[in-house]
């Protein structure tokens, strides 16, 4: 199974800060990458996928890069509605599906 | 617009069984995979199970094959969960979320979750 592993576990940042968070796989998965935002009791929400392609309604401040094993997810111009916690997911197991352990971005 | 309603939730003693039913609309429910992802308490994310859009594939994270079972009904737009042998690990919020397309493994809608609590 593919383990992933996200970086850091939680940030403190202020509004208008850019913000990196880190993923990687325990083996190459190409381009099989997709970013999630959850909030305490709503729906997780799609926000990126195959790395970089931005999902239809998600601002432009979201962007995502990387390929094989190291992936990185970039928040600029962070919004009071940013504040929530983000989880990578691989889809290049389409039979065995997994996620990051997630990163909680808090206001500083 | 697409919408899930999970449904079933409640509190179970362990190794007792429970069936959750998603509700799908908005879109061609036949057409598309769906899956199962729970999170537990103070958690990330777990992927459980996926189904194909004809119900003939399915596959399951370890620790829940040969106790729960994914199923759906197309003829009903709704999808279900099946689980069996409970534990108190299985306590958690369960999500539905549709496929993009019948495997591709990107999750691109997700209902609110209902909630499993497993407990003597």
């Known amino acids: 199974d593919i383990q992933m592993t996200q970086s850091p576990s939680s940030l403190s940042a202020s509004v208008g800060d850019s913000v990196t968070i880190t993923c990687r796989a325990s083996q190459s998965i190409s381009s099989y990458l997709n970013w999630f935002q959850h909030k305490p009791g709503r729906a997780p929400k799609l926000l990126i996928y195959?790395?970089?392609s931005l999902q239809s309604g998600v601002p432009s401040r979201f962007r995502g890069s990387g390929s094989g094993t190291d992936f990185t997810l970039t928040i600029s111009s962070l919004q009071p509605e940013d504040f929530a916690t983000y989880y990578c997911?691989?889809?290049?197991?389409?039979?065995?599906?997994?996620f990051g352990g997630g990163t909680k971005v808090e206001i500083k | 617009q697409v919408q899930l309603v999970e449904s079933g939730g409640g509190v179970v003693q362990p190794e007792k069984s429970l069936r959750l039913s998603c509700a799908a609309s908005g879109f061609i429910f036949s057409t598309y995979g769906m899956h199962w992802v729970r999170q537990a308490p103070g958690k990330g994310l777990e992927w459980v199970a996926v189904?194909?859009?004809?119900?003939?594939?399915?596959y399951y994270v370890d620790s829940v094959k040969g106790r729960f079972t994914i199923s759906r009904d197309n003829s009903k737009n709704t999808l279900f969960l099946e689980m069996n042998s409970l534990r108190l690990e299985d306590t958690a919020v369960y999500y539905c979320?549709?496929?993009?397309?019948?495997?591709?493994?990107?999750?691109?809608?997700w209902g609110q979750g209902t909630l499993v609590t497993v407990s003597s």
């Open positions: 189904i194909s859009h004809d119900g003939t594939n399915k």
């Open positions: 979320a549709k496929d993009f397309s019948s495997g591709s493994g990107r999750l691109d809608y």
């Open positions: 195959s790395t970089s």
């Open positions: 997911q691989q889809s290049y197991s389409t039979r065995s599906l997994s």
